[in-house]
């Protein structure tokens, strides 16, 4: 019986080896990512209602605010409410603030309501009530950041800029970077990564930004990857790397049993079920801390988010 040799075996690692390094360089400068990702995203993206061509720049500009450390099973049914009751921003524009933050619900960080009826009024001073569309007119808007000025920019016009949530960030460092996870807070380095990644055909940069965020919420989760379903698994640095464990510093968990956000939540629930304004001793019911009462009920009054009165009474904002 004759040996096989070793030289095709040798052979065959440096073409896989070689293999791999060309897949992690064209990673880096996103030539092998553009087209696998958004070919991903036409046949399996989801049929959300901001995605759809009727909600127009508001829709977008709603779901933006809502999405914000939301999951989308939240949102949904209070985007579609809120839309059918302000279809424009005139419309929300025109009511109190304090009717934004009782529509807002259970949604979580009802400053976001607030902020998005101050944008909702710029837009009608300022734009005739229409969502603008250059990006520095965005970015101007009350309650406006970059990522969505971006994003609306990018999903409602079209147009290329990189759109960084936590879901993109971690699809870029998995893919490119090879680490596990982002870091907590967005970088320079990272803004400097998606600006390369960004195709420079506007109409395929803007389907590459909604493509790598559902990527990043739908296959490249942040607790269970499902690397067998990603189109991008061949190219990831990550993968390629072994998938090494996260290094960096512990991730942030949000608590949120006993703190002051809980005890926020519930005076808010009150006030926003109530008709009338309410007095001191019904909220007082809500929780029996009461320094941490009071503390969560001045927050309230110092964001905007409740408006006190004489008698000891309280509302939700009517200016």
Known sequence: ?????????????????????????????????????????AEHARDLP???????????????????QTPVSRVLPVYEQWLARWPRPADLAAEPPGEAVRAWGRLGYPRRALRL????????????????????????LPGVGEYTAAAVASFAYGQRHAV????????????????????????????????????????LAARWAAATMELGALVCTARSPECHRCPIAAQCAWRLAGSPAHEGP????????????????????????????????????????????????????????VEPLGGGRYRLPHS
């Open 1 to 41: 019986m004759t040996s096989t040799p070793a030289i095709p075996s040798a052979m065959t690692a440096a073409a896989e080896n070689a293999s791999a390094a060309a897949s992690a360089a064209e990673a880096a400068d996103g030539t092998g990512l553009h087209r696998p990702v958004t070919d991903w995203f």
């Open 50 to 68: 901001w995605r759809r061509p009727e909600a127009g720049a508001w829709g977008v500009m709603v779901s933006e605010f809502m999405l914000q």
């Open 117 to 140: 009826h101050a944008a909702a009024s710029a837009i009608q001073e300022r734009h005739g009530g229409d969502v603008p569309r250059e990006h520095a007119q965005l970015l101007a």
């Open 164 to 203: 960084l949530d936590t879901n993109v960030r971690r699809v870029f460092a998995r893919a490119v970077t090879g680490r596990q996870y982002p870091p907590n807070a967005t970088t320079a380095a990272e803004r400097k990564l998606a600006r390369a990644l960004l195709p420079e055909d506007e109409d």
């Open 250 to 305: 512990p991730r942030r968990t949000q608590a949120y049993a006993g703190t002051d956000r809980q005890v926020r939540g519930k005076l808010l629930a009150v006030l926003r079920d109530a008709v009338t304004p309410v007095p001191q001793g019904v909220l007082d019911q809500v929780w029996d801390e009461p320094v941490q009462r009071a503390r969560a009920l001045d927050g309230l009054v110092s964001d905007g988010l």
